[in-house]
């Protein structure tokens, strides 16, 4: 592979290590718990929902369970306690529940709604090892409808979740599954739970499934199902998996890292075309951020022989400060402009490079930029500057070049001494041509001595 796609590796975009899916999966876990709170709202205040809610399909699927009404007394204290964990009175909340918990007139109903309630105070606390046996206590009453058991059967699996315990999740999910109507999220779910236990192919299965029966809905897939998607194809090595859901990822939501791991994924892929338009396209929406995005966009560019654009990425990045003022990217940069036919600025990038350099090797190249625009005093200075520093790679070539321009600015005696000096590099083709140029210059200080003698 080349260097611009090793540049683009560099960025550590490409490779994204399990950890960091595991933490998504987690993550996302927590996130669908924040949903909880809304279902027990309607559990408190609307109590009557939670009997009637099951379909009658459904309902032939269990056997058929009396629910006894609320009470008036006990709803009105539920909703208070209610009210207070809503104000962040958790305190005050828990007593009136444990009031009511001790009430031994309680019918089963009452029972699992006050669990419930209490397990609720517990969540938004983010109590959740002590909010799973207060769901467990709703789930023992044998008058629960069916409508408050899918919900907390739902609210337990991601409560195992949270607390990374995904084969609990996956077993309680599976009971959820035998009595609710399947939905999206709870796939999505259930292949998140999959993928901690490292069963990387029910985990895809489960999520593909979420995204198809989302679909059927008309919507799209929501990032962090990708994302987790993402992760599991990762695991099997499936990479053409993860090139089409980083596709979907830059459609539907696109930010900088999946423009980065895409254009990645191309470029270990071999195709530096996507590769590239990839990359250019995250630049155009304005999503560079690192110093190593406008470099290695600059180098895929230069490699595509748009040498213009590359270097104007590269001026872009140092003039907001992104790009690092380094001698490698001031380097790249005046080899955009030297290819995209701009020696002045060429000339303007490589001597502040040389400035910064340890070594006289960019004095070299600046040098060799004024012999190509004929500025030969420059030149020379250049050159001088460069020998003088040091660490020069090819001396007989150097003194070859600086032997040139002194001959161009009329300086035969010098321009001698440094042929002399190409002579004896190891650098066998120029000395031999330094040999033949002091041969010449000899002559040519000969005849222009027998002119002057002349005219004497």
Known sequence: MNSTVKQVE????????????????????????????????????????????????????????????????????LALAQEESEAKKYDKAMSILNDVKA??????????????????????????????????????????PEAL??????????????TDKPKEAIKTLKQWFAIAPPNPQAYVLLGQCYYLTDDFKASVREVEKGIELNKTHGAEPRENWLLILRAGYYELGNMGKVTEILEELVRLY????????????????????????????????????????????????????????AAKVLE????????????????LLAQAYVMAQEPRESIRVLKQAAKMSEDGELYIHLGQS??????????VSSLNQGLKKGGVKKLGAT?????????????LDEAIEAFKKATKTDDKRSADFARSWIEFLRSEKARRQAIEASLI
């Open 10 to 77: 560099s960025l550590n975009l490409l490779k994204v290590k399990a950890a960091s899916f595991r933490r998504v999966a987690i993550l996302s876990g927590l996130l669908l718990i924040c949903s909880m709170a809304d279902t027990v709202v309607v559990a408190v205040f609307n109590p009557d929902a939670m009997i009637g809610a099951a379909s009658a399909q459904e309902q032939k699927k269990r056997k058929t369970v009396r629910t006894p009404a609320m009470r008036e007394a006990i709803y009105k204290k």
């Open 103 to 144: 009430d031994e007139s309680l019918n089963c109903y009452e029972i699992a709604m006050t669990w419930n309630i209490i397990a609720y105070v517990y969540t938004v606390q983010e109590k959740y090892n002590q909010a799973l046996p207060a769901y467990s206590n709703v789930l023992k009453q044998e008058c629960v």
């Open 149 to 162: 058991e899918q919900q907390t059967l739902y609210a337990v699996s991601q409560l195992y979740l949270a």
């Open 254 to 309: 696109p930010k900088g890292d999946y423009f980065q791991q895409l254009s990645g994924m191309y470029g270990e892929q071999n195709k530096e075309t996507r590769q590239t338009l990839t990359l250019e396209a995250s630049y155009d929406g304005g999503y560079f951020k690192k110093s190593g995005e406008y470099v290695a966009l600059a180098s895929l560019l230069l490699n595509s022989e748009v040498p213009y654009k």
């Open 316 to 331: 872009e990045g140092l003039k907001k400060k992104i790009v690092d003022e380094k001698i490698s990217n001031l380097k």
């Open 370 to 379: 004024y012999m190509n625009l004929d500025e030969w005093t420059a030149c």
């Open 399 to 411: 003194y070859v070049s600086l032997g040139v321009c002194l001959y161009n600015v009329d300086d």
